[in-house]
C-alpha cells in the first residue's frame, strides 16, 4: 500500500522529491498526471506530477482534489503537496487556493508550510532566499511561468 502520496504541481518538483524519497531508501513512483489504474503493491510512495503550478486556479484545484482522491482511494493517509519552493506560479497564485481545497478535502483545520533546507530555500524576512541570498529582485522580474517568452520560438526549429 502506498503510505506517503505526493502531489507536485510541476515535473521538476515532483523529481526533486522524488529523489529524496529514493535516498531515504523508499521505494517509490513518479508519475505524470492522475493515475487510472493500480499502482504495484511493493512501493511505500507515490509522486503525481501535475501542471498545476501556471494553469488557472480552478483547474489546478480541480487536479490536485482528482490526484487525492485517487491517492485515498489506494488507501494512502500520508498526503503532501509539493509547490514551487520560491513560490512564483500565476499571478494570482495557485498555492494558497488548492492548499484550501485539500485541507477542505481531508477535513483539516491546519497545515504546515516547511522550507526546503535540504535544497537550500528558507524563508524569512518577508522573503525567499536560495543559498542564503534574497531571491526578491529575481523573482520579481523573472518571466511568469506558462507564458511565452522572446527568447522562445513560435514554431518547432529544425
Known sequence: MIKI?????????????????????????????VPTGKMPEAIDALVISLKTRSCPV????QQSLAALSWLQQQGCKQIYFKYCSTFDS???G??????????????????VFISGPVGQRTYGLSGV??????????????????KSHDRQLSSPSG
Open 129 to 146: 532566499f536560495v543559498r542564503n541570498e534574497s531571491t526578491a529582485g529575481r523573482i520579481r522580474d523573472a518571466p511568469s511561468p506558462g
Open 5 to 33: 502520496g505526493v502531489i507536485a504541481d510541476d515535473f521538476t518538483g515532483a523529481t526533486d522529491i522524488a529523489s529524496f524519497l529514493v535516498e531515504n531508501g523508499l521505494p517509490m513512483v513518479q508519475i505524470n498526471g
Open 58 to 61: 480552478v483547474e489546478a484545484t
Open 94 to 111: 495557485n498555492i494558497g487556493p488548492v492548499t484550501d481545497a485539500l485541507m477542505d478535502a481531508l477535513d483539516t483545520p491546519f497545515t
Open 90 to 92: 500565476t499571478a494570482k
